[in-house]
């Protein structure tokens, strides 16, 4: 079984940028579709980002398309999500899941796998 471990979250201004990784172990993480989802307070986790084993193909949430961008390094068994201008609304806990599936999805219930999340908070 896959472990994953986010981090990289943190507070930032409105228009500002953070990094996230996802490091994985445990499996072989080049042959895992990896996704990023996010649940805001009181919200449902959100679709965010999903990227296929070889890395092509993306697919972003409308409401990030644009402003972030889903990325992978096999050798390093890791994931990024890198977000720029960021808005209040980006604010939620974001996850990493790992599904094994050939095609990213945005269905949050195929991925697997997840780690334990981290906080980013978009505040002036």
């Known amino acids: 079984q896959v472990r994953l471990v986010e981090s990289g979250g943190g507070l930032v201004q409105p228009g500002g940028s953070l990094r996230l990784s996802c490091a994985a172990s445990?499996?072989?993480?080049?042959?895992?579709?990896m996704g990023w989802f996010r649940q805001a307070p009181g919200k449902d986790h959100a679709f965010v980002a999903a990227?296929?084993?070889?890395?092509?193909?993306?697919r972003y949430a409308p409401s990030v398309n644009g402003r972030f961008t889903i990325s992978r390094d096999n050798p390093k068994n890791t994931v990024y999500l890198q977000m720029n201008s960021l808005k209040p609304e980006d604010t939620a806990t974001y996850y990493c899941?790992?599904?094994?599936?050939?095609?990213?999805?945005?269905?949050?219930?195929?991925?697997?796998?997840w780690g334990q999340g981290t906080q980013v908070t978009v505040s002036s």
């Open positions: 899941g790992a599904d094994t599936s050939l095609i990213p999805s945005m269905n949050r219930r195929i991925y697997g796998a």
């Open positions: 445990g499996g072989t993480f080049s042959s895992y579709t």
């Open positions: 990227i296929s084993w070889g890395g092509v193909s993306p």
